[in-house]
Nanobody
Framework: QVQLVESGGGLVQAGGSLRLSCSASGRTFSSYAMGWFRQAPGKEREFVAAIRWSGGNTYSADSVKGRFTISRDNAKNTVYLQMNSLKPEDTAVYYC?????????????????????WGQGTQVTVSS
């Protein structure tokens, strides 16, 4: 059974930084792609960033490019989301997720239907 547990959320002022962590267990973490999504109140869940198993390829949404960085430490079974220059519109519950296979079935890393395992989420609140 794959388990994903996020941590690192909290309250931060606009312009500040947070680093989210997602700890994975239940399978060989290093062989699988991972992703981060977020859901703001009253909105649908949206893609934030994704990373291939090797860490050599990363992808991010236009809204966070240049501010957020996804990375992974396979030795620690952990994926990170470093968030800098935070804005009030980044306020959301952030989820990490993993596909059933080693990668996204059709390469659609931004599509939440490509992910089978989800964490419980961690709240990020950015005050203005």
């Amino acid at each position: 059974q794959v388990q994903l547990v996020e941590s690192g959320g909290g309250l931060v002022q606009a312009g500040g930084s947070l680093r989210l962590s997602c700890s994975a267990s239940g399978r060989t973490f290093s062989s699988y792609a991972m992703g981060w999504f977020r859901q703001a109140p009253g909105k649908e869940r949206e893609f934030v960033a994704a990373i291939r198993w090797s860490g050599g390829n990363t992808y991010s949404a236009d809204s966070v490019k240049g501010r957020f960085t996804i990375s992974r430490d396979n030795a620690k079974n952990t994926v990170y989301l470093q968030m800098n220059s935070l804005k009030p519109e980044d306020t959301a519950v952030y989820y990490c997720a993993a596909p059933y296979g080693s990668s996204w079935p059709r390469g659609r890393y931004w599509d939440e239907s490509q992910y089978d395992y989800w964490g419980q989420g961690t709240q990020v609140t950015v005050s203005s």
